[in-house]
């Protein structure tokens, strides 16, 4: 599997992103992704997940209602819809491939990584 992450730029507060992720291979459909994301000085931390059948979504506290994870099993494409963006998103954001369906919040348990794509949002 490789995960393909576009859609980073350099945005101000308030404004709004959208992610995608596009993975190769034909069993796009039976596997939860998620977004992650990683600040300078900081550690990877998790953001969204989404299970294989877009039935079941976590978020962290700190993007719920803000942000919305989607996938399309047609287009192999996982998204990440950022709104009311702020200074402290400013990040590396990495989608992943969990090793499951339903979308675990352990880091662990994703076992394919895209390259990273930088969001920076100006105060």
């Known amino acids: 599997v490789q995960l393909q992450a576009s859609g980073g730029g350099l945005v101000q507060a308030g404004g709004s992103l959208r992610l995608s992720c596009a993975a190769s291979?034909?069993?796009?459909?039976?596997?939860?992704m998620g977004w992650f994301r990683q600040a300078p000085g900081k550690e990877r931390e998790i953001v969204a997940t989404?299970?294989?059948?877009?039935?079941?979504?976590y978020y962290s506290d700190s993007v719920k209602g803000r942000f919305t994870i989607s996938r399309d099993n047609a287009k192999n494409t996982v998204y990440l819809q950022m709104n009311r963006l702020k200074p402290e998103d400013t990040a590396v954001y990495y989608c992943?491939?969990?090793?499951?369906?339903?979308?675990?919040?352990?880091?662990?348990?994703?076992?394919?990584w895209g390259q990273g794509t930088q969001v920076t949002v100006s105060s």
């Open positions: 992943a491939k969990d090793y499951g369906k339903l979308g675990s919040t352990q880091i662990a348990s994703y076992d394919y």
């Open positions: 291979g034909r069993t796009f459909g039976s596997y939860a």
């Open positions: 989404i299970s294989w059948n877009s039935a079941y979504t």
